[in-house]
């Protein structure tokens, strides 16, 4: 994966802040690589992360 490719299917856990931090991002089906890390690392929020992996080990291979 590259930082421009999407990351489907994304969903954000409810109990962090995300939905505080990143409110424009709440209804949306899938993200680029970049904005779902950005998400992950600074709401530390574990759904996004797994949407991440779930989505890189499709792919196979994960390049950053």
Do not use: T
């Not at 680029?32 to 992360?49: Q, W």
């Amino acid at each position: 994966m590259k930082w421009d490719d999407l990351v489907e299917e994304v969903s954000f856990d409810p109990k962090e802040d995300s939905n505080e931090l990143y409110p424009h991002l709440q209804k949306r089906k899938s993200l680029p690589l970049r904005e779902a890390v950005e998400g992950m690392i600074a709401c530390h929020d574990s759904c996004v992360a797994k949407c991440v992996v779930n989505d890189s080990s499709r792919s196979h291979w994960l390049y950053i």
